[in-house]
């Protein structure tokens, strides 16, 4: 019996639209970690069609993935400039975001090597403290122009702390390191709004925001009501019921044991598809309207729900994310957020794109 994860490529179309009229400036879209673990080959060509174009992965291997299916955008990987990589960006026509002086450089001989001048994104350190080029690069930088000799400056990002929480002060506070260090690229575009930097007004759009998660449906400013359409639907049929008496446990560890005479359906589905082990007694699915609790620990591969209210047979579906449950409240079950849901659905379910 098979589980099914529908994925809705046109509600993920439309969450690119309304993102895109939010703003002044392009609206590109992530689609690293596989979009989200929704399937970059299916989602990304689908928004382009929609009129993105711009794509971010992490990696160069995703980008370069993508690249056949994409003829005409630009692909960009966040993740940096490897040594020796430079090549493989060029062959593929993908363009790297440099993140420190060591990668402006290598980017920097590659152009001196092929005598032309190569496009790049600059990332700028503004607080987050992972990849990206911090103050004292960016004096450099601005003090001798011959850093970037063949390097074309395309766009100057940054990444936020906190834009999810719209009051937290450390908004205002990178928008204006951003603002200071910027000065030193005259004529670059700017880059500051992932998806919640989306719904933080025209100060941080810029000429491109980044999102990602919201257009796969999350929404990542939890005090706003969700604007994004849902683009998932998991549900998996009931391998098995079974009968407990009072005193009777429920999987490894014996974690939940019946007060009253139980029913217990077992589905195929565990950490290996995405619930969390720390879903163990606190998930919900969903049977016909009803919720119905995740009782015992989540395995690897099967998990198990009290349907002792509720008329469940064998083989009837038990819905894990929708409409109704969608991946930010599983991920609050499991005391996750809606990306790690997304991303952890792994390879299993039987996989119907719907809405292209
Ligand atoms: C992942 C990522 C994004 C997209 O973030 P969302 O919160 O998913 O919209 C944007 N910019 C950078 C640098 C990222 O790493």
Known sequence: MTAFLDIDLGAIADNWRFLAGLNQGETAAVVKADAYGLGAAQVAPVLAEAGCKTFFTAHLAEAVALRPLLPGARILALNGLEPHAAADFIAHDIMPVLCSLEEI??????????????????????????????????????????????????????????????????????????????????????????????????????????????????????????????????????????????????????????????????????????????????????????????????????????????????GDMLVLLDTRHGADELAQEAGTIGYEILTSLGRRYKRRYIGA
């Open 105 to 314: 450089a290598l980017w920097r001989a590659a152009a001196v090597r092929l005598e032309r001048r190569l496009p790049a994104f600059l990332h700028l350190e503004t607080g987050l403290n992972r990849l990206a080029l911090p103050a004292q690069a960016c004096a450099a930088l601005r003090d001798d122009r011959a850093l970037l000799e063949g390097i074309a400056v395309d766009t100057v990002m940054t990444h936020l702390i906190a834009g999810e929480a719209p009051e937290d002060e450390r908004n205002q506070r990178q928008l204006a390191a951003f603002l200071a260090m910027v000065a030193a690229f005259p004529g670059a575009k700017r880059s500051i709004a992932n998806s919640p930097g989306s719904f933080l007004g025209a100060d941080f759009h810029f000429d491109l925001t980044r999102p990602g998660a919201a257009l796969y449906g999350l929404n990542t400013s939890p005090a706003q009501p969700r604007p994004m359409l849902p683009v998932v639907r998991l549900s998996a049929p009931i391998l098995q019921i079974r009968d407990l008496a009072p005193g009777e446990s429920v999987g490894y560890g014996g974690l939940w044991t019946a007060q009253r005479p139980s029913r217990i359906a077992t589905l195929g589905v565990g950490y290996a598809d995405g619930l969390h082990r720390t879903h163990t007694n606190r998930g919900t699915a969903i049977f016909d309207d009803t919720p119905v609790p995740l009782v015992g620990r989540v395995s690897m591969d099967l998990v198990t729900f009290d349907v002792t209210d509720v008329p469940a047979n064998p």
